[in-house]
């Protein structure tokens, strides 16, 4: 079968504690009745799947037919794509290649077994590059040819410029709509240093770094400084309403401006594959730092400072 994707106090572990609790709460009827979903799905894709015979996704399609469903389908079909970006990514970043939990965390999947089960559609379907090899026991990724991924018309195109090529060089303009109406252009920060924030709702060290994010805009904003939350929802596919979101930014205080990021975007910032992922922006425009996944707030406030000192 065929399946074709194509002075603030650092916040204490306690604080950070019950940040994720906040959002867990926030997000767990929506996230139970996806999750729900998604393993049908998958469980149905698992138990059809043969090797050199992918499962088309009209199949797919016509036996899940119930709205959730097809959302999370939408959702599957958007990660399957984005999948050996991220490990791409994630292995020329950390040197290594990501677990299953990892990936699952990545790509708001429901268990570390969903995203084996991508995994498995791409080892079954010969006309996706075998980039990576996999222990036969565990289902974990052993290694990535990450150059491979670059040379697939279908993949590689995805790939864009590297992040840290970025580092030095003016900040790509961007004009995104703020999550409570309205727009923000780039243009509108000339003269502030910023730190652009690309992060997804429900994402595990996402929601670890919105306190210390937090801490730093009280600690900075007086000094020509700001934080642009960039929310990638969309662009991910998931289902989180704007209601949801803003009532995450409630909960944590969040007192930084909120857009939705967009595909254009994100292009021009490297494709963002890894969350969250920062730049700190200085006042001349230029990037002057990029990090991926969890940042801690000392690393965080040592470069503003330098940037703002520098300015």
Same mark, same amino acid.
């Given at each position: ?8 106090? =650092? ?6 504690? =019950? ?12 996230? &139970? ?5 998604? &393993? ?17 996704? =009209? ?37 290594? /290649? ?54 697939? /018309? ?50 595990? /060290? ?10 730093? &805009? ?33 909960? &944590? ?22 969350? /969250? ?17 969890? =940042? ?6 040592? $470069?503003?400072?330098? $940037?703002?000192?520098?300015?």
């Amino acid at each position: 079968m065929r399946i074709v994707f194509w002075g603030q106090p =650092t916040p204490s572990r306690l604080q950070r504690i =019950t940040a994720l609790a906040a959002i867990l709460t926030i997000c767990s009827g929506l996230a &139970m009745a996806q999750s729900g979903a998604e &393993m049908r799905i998958l469980n149905y894709i698992q138990q059809n799947l043969r090797p050199g015979q992918p499962l088309r996704v =009209t199949e797919l399609y016509d036996h899940f037919t119930a709205p959730a469903e097809r959302q999370a389908l939408g959702k599957l079909y958007n990660a399957f794509f984005r999948i050996p970006l991220f490990v791409a990514q994630y292995q020329e970043k950390f040197g290594k /290649p990501p677990s299953l939990r990892i990936i699952a965390q990545q790509f708001d999947l429901p268990t570390p077994r969903a995203a084996g089960i991508l995994l498995n559609v791409m080892d079954s379907d010969p006309r996706v590059p075998r980039f990576i090899a996999r222990d036969s026991r565990t289902g974990e990724i052993t290694h990535v040819n990450v150059q491979t991924i670059l040379r697939d /018309p279908r993949f590689g195109q995805a790939l864009g410029p590297d992040l840290a090529g970025l580092e030095g060089k003016p900040a790509p303009s961007f004009d995104l709509t703020l999550l409570r109406g309205g727009d923000l252009a780039s243009g509108q920060l000339r003269g502030k240093a910023f730190i652009l924030y690309i992060w997804f709702t429900g994402c595990p /060290p996402c929601m670890e770094e919105a306190p210390e994010l937090v801490a730093l &805009m009280r600690r900075f904003s007086g000094r020509g400084f700001t934080i642009i939350g960039a929310n990638a929802d969309r662009l991910l596919g998931l289902g989180y309403s704007d209601d949801v979101r803003s009532r995450y930014a409630a909960k &944590m205080k969040i007192d930084f401006p909120l857009v939705n990021w967009n595909k254009e975007t994100n292009a021009a910032y490297g494709s963002v594959a890894i969350f /969250p992922t920062l730049f700190l922006v200085d006042r001349r425009g230029v990037i002057r730092r990029h990090w991926v996944g969890y =940042t801690s707030f000392a690393e965080l406030q040592q $470069a503003i400072l330098k $940037a703002l000192a520098d300015d």
